[in-house]
């Protein structure tokens, strides 16, 4: 009964190729999002989705391209996967939009870019 | 601009010890700060949050205080157990924005 989750949990890639992450919430929840933990922790939101509306779109570069299908799934795909690119990324949603709304997360996919 | 700071970066503690993590924020106009925890190889898990029109909130052994006239919070911990170890992250809503920023994270390691 996982509430919020993503496929794959761990990917490994070469330089060059491009690569997509699933996320998939059933809490009934209308607000989605990505965030990048880097190496040393650093939690930073890239994007965000709200009833498959794009909402916030951080300087992320735009070989990193979300979708939204529909309010329970957000995908990430990224073209062109750059050494830099190795990182956990964690998807999260919310009952509504809005920085005062509880977020939950997933368990997140780790990325190594080789 | 938008900035949580978060201290200290690593605390170690004996179990049974209390443990306190403090955040300051920027943004007058944020009114949400959650509290997460994140253990080895998960996502972070909401732990204790509190909203800007109360001062203190607790649950058990965890509890936040939040002063906003010095843009402050902070995460108490009583009674310390080894399995409080984990990765702790502050977070605070950036007035305006639909969105959270992050602290930059507290290692605490309990030992027994």
């Known amino acids: 009964d996982t509430a919020v989750s993503q496929t794959p949990k761990y990917l490994v890639t070469q330089m060059g190729n491009d690569k997509s992450i699933k996320c998939e919430q059933n809490l009934g929840h209308d607000t989605m999002y990505w965030y990048k933990q880097d190496s040393k922790k650093f939690l930073k939101i890239m994007f965000s989705?709200?009833?498959?509306?794009?909402?916030i779109n951080e300087t992320v570069p735009n070989r990193f391209s979300p979708k939204s299908p529909d309010k329970a799934h957000l995908n990430l795909h990224i073209n062109s996967l750059e050494l830099g690119d190795s990182a956990v990324y964690f998807c999260?949603?919310?009952?509504?939009?809005?920085?005062?709304?509880?977020?939950?997360f997933g368990p997140g996919t780790r990325l190594l870019v080789l | 601009g938008e900035n949580v700071e978060q201290h200290p970066s690593t605390l170690s503690v004996q179990e049974g010890d209390s443990a306190v993590i403090k955040c300051t924020y920027s943004d007058s106009a944020s009114n949400y700060f959650p509290w997460y925890k994140q253990e080895l190889g998960k996502g972070p898990q909401l732990i204790i949050d509190i909203r800007s029109n109360v001062g203190e909130k607790k649950d058990q052994r965890i509890a936040v205080t939040l002063n906003k006239t010095a843009k402050h919070f902070s995460l108490h911990i009583t009674e310390t157990q080894p399995e409080d170890s984990a990765v702790y992250f502050c977070a605070a809503s950036l007035g305006g924005f639909q969105k959270l920023v992050f602290g930059t994270g507290t290692r605490l390691l309990v030992s027994p």
């Open positions: 989705y709200n009833n498959k509306e794009l909402i």
């Open positions: 999260a949603s919310s009952q509504r939009a809005g920085g005062w709304e509880t977020q939950y």
